[in-house]
């Protein structure tokens, strides 16, 4: 697959002005000029959030009435329930919510979906059990802005509703007729940054909270680990106030008071907490129990003060991934030959099995379109229906594709990247058609992958000092990918796959040194390119520490002949 590497080119006089101006080295100036960020207070904003930073939670829309209702709450000791979701961001955000109010001697009810029968979002039957069971108000956390009939139904078995959400508002039908409606992605927002993760909105109430009852600020900002985790895992844009939180979050997260998630960390094992601590130790263990159904002991976890009980579940958790890839796999391989027993000829992928794990379709989709870079859907056929998801590639507009082809669709949603779909089975072949007839008009064969670069070096550049510099630039994620650099005319000295033949070891050399390269599952490139080959290539700067020697090694996303 050939890729275009892609480079930012930065003004090198200002790489100069910000690495003179707050005393970096050109490489991590070089990475901050090319992210665009110009002015002294939005560098220094970037480099060293502080608690100062955060926005004033009254910005966001409906605040006011919100605090003003939970307040009241409080004090007649209402019973309140949350209503979250069983994705990390949903339980994080349930956990800190329920936590702080609890602090303030509120204890309340947690209620959240089940993935495989009741499915995201609020839903009229748990409404009608809040209600039953006496509960005044209700909290939405994570969801609920899409819930105008449950707020409705809620509102006639007398009780309130307050939606905190992060999701776009529907297009049509207006908003639920809530008591607030806290959500920045409401036309009327006000507010500075629409990017918070759910777990974020849930936080700024809580902070909002503590200005209108004159708690210390220590008192919500004490959970910045949990929202760090939530806001990571949801992977949303790790810029403005969501840097700051994960930024301040990480270095709560590493001495965390939360027992189940200190345990969680241990059990995992890691070399350094990070994003990618997050990203692939938490989220998926979390994530593994509701997508397997057990979404209550992924927030016990984090509701409980009990080692023992944290060790338990923590266990149970850890069962629930390996038998959620254990289906992924099985699913991979099925989708795997029956591609290419199709011959995998065509410009997308449609494919559908009966028995394919509802929680697990969309991961592996993922998976599908990122090993064959064609937008893939995937569908599990159950009785009449077929129900799956779907992935894009850059460049194709996947709910736009089935918007062209929605009369062979029962139901479908979700955006450019990734869907969520419905078919009746007998429409099963014509909805293909429609499908691969679109991509093939779209041309999606030939969108070419992009490699962003930030900056090109030479390995003179390089040096174990520098590359510690740029964990400055911590932590990566959506919108602060890991920097990429290209180095070219270079010369393979040494060259091998490793693991079996899975992924490639390389030395390469300038006229003065050599340095390590690994290229994981780039393993066939090794027949490829013999010894003495030039090459250019694009990667990420890693340090590598082997029995307490550390080595300078470049972590291989691309390679091509040099001239
Ligand atoms: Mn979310």
Known sequence: ?????????????????????????????????????????????FLHPRRTDFHDPFLLPDMEKAVERVIEAINNNEKVAIYGDYDVDGITSSTVLHRFLKDRGLDTDIYIPNRLSEGYGLNSNEIKKIAETGHTLIITVDCGITGKEEVALAKTLGIDTIVTDHHEPPQEGGLPDAIAVVDAKRKDNQYPFNGLAGVGVAFKLTQALSQRLNIREEENLKYLDIVCVG?????????????????????????????????????????????????????????????????REALQLFLTDDVEEANNITQRLNGYNLERQDIEKRIFNEAQEMLSAEGNKLPCIVLAKENWHHGVIGIVSSK??????????????????????????????????????????????????????????????????????????????????????????????????????????????????????????????????????????????????????????????????????????VGNLEINSYKGNENVQINLKDMRHGV
């Open 1 to 45: 697959m050939n890729k275009k590497w892609q480079i930012n080119e930065v003004n090198e006089d200002i790489i100069d002005k910000i690495a003179n101006e707050f005393n970096i080295s050109k490489l991590v100036a070089s990475i901050i000029a090319s992210k665009g960020l110009k002015s002294q207070d939005e560098i220094e904003i």
């Open 231 to 295: 806001t990571i895992s949801d992977i949303v844009p790790l810029v403005d106030e969501n840097r700051t939180i994960s930024k301040l979050g990480l270095k709560l997260v590493k001495q965390t008071r939360n027992i189940g998630l200190r345990v969680l960390l241990e059990s995992i094992g890691y070399k350094k907490i990070d994003s990618n601590t997050i990203s692939f130790g938490i989220a998926p263990r979390i994530n593994a129990c509701g997508r397997m159904g057990h979404e």
């Open 368 to 537: 599908m379109t990122e090993m064959y870079s064609k937008p893939s859907i995937l569908l599990s056929i159950e009785d009449d229906l077929e129900k799956g998801s779907g992935r894009s590639v850059p460049g194709f507009d996947l709910h736009e594709a089935l918007e062209n082809c929605k009369e062979n669709i029962k139901q479908f949603g979700g955006h450019s990247m990734a869907v969520g779909i419905t078919l009746e089975k007998e429409k099963f072949e014509a909805f293909k058609e429609a499908f691969e007839d679109y991509a093939e008009k779209m041309d999606v064969a030939s969108i070419v992958p992009v490699i962003n670069i930030d900056e090109k070096l030479s390995l003179d550049d390089i040096s174990i000092q520098n590359i510690k510099e740029l964990e400055l630039l911590e932590p990566f994620g959506e919108a602060n990918k890991t920097p990429i650099f290209q180095i070219s005319n270079l010369k393979i000295d040494s060259i091998r796959a490793i693991s079996e033949g899975k992924h490639l070891k390389m030395t390469l050399k300038d006229e003065k040194r050599l340095i390590d390269v690994i290229g994981f599952n780039m393993g066939a490139l090794a027949e490829e390119y013999p010894i003495g080959t030039k090459v250019d290539i």
